[in-house]
Nanobody, 119 residues
Framework: QVQLVESGGGLVQAGGSLRLSCAAS????????MGWYRQAPGKQRELVAA???????NYADSVKGRFTISRDNAKNTVFLQMNSLKPEDTAVYYC?????????????WGQGTQVTVSS
């Protein structure tokens, strides 16, 4: 099977930075899109940023200019560099990957990592 393991969350003051990492492992043939979602208490999960295997990226309007998504295809890893953090960025951040296993693709999720931004 496939596992996504996230790291890098924590507590930071407003204006600070954090870098999230997510490594995929298992019986992986290839990975298409990878992305980061977040869910704040009482709110729906929302897309933060996504990156295709080609490297093209997509960002939520609320994080454009502050967050940068990147990936290392050789290591099946995706990163999210978060700068100029705001209290409204506080949420559980989830890694997502569209993984091809034995010619079939599936949608996989990490366990989530808490990001808390204090004012």
């Amino acid at each position: 099977q496939v596992q996504l393991v996230e790291s890098g969350g924590g507590l930071v003051q407003a204006g600070g930075s954090l870098r999230l990492s997510c490594a995929a492992s298992g019986s992986i043939s290839s990975i298409n899109a990878m992305g980061w979602y977040r869910q704040a208490p009482g709110k729906q999960r929302e897309l933060v940023a996504a990156i295709a295997s080609s490297g093209s990226t997509n960002y939520a309007d609320s994080v454009k200019g502050r967050f940068t998504i990147s990936r290392d295809n050789a290591k099946n890893t995706v990163f999210l560099q978060m700068n100029s953090l705001k209290p409204e960025d506080t949420a559980v951040y989830y890694c997502n990957a569209q993984v091809v296993v034995s010619l079939r693709w599936g949608d996989y999720w990490g366990q989530g990592t808490q990001v808390t931004v204090s004012s």
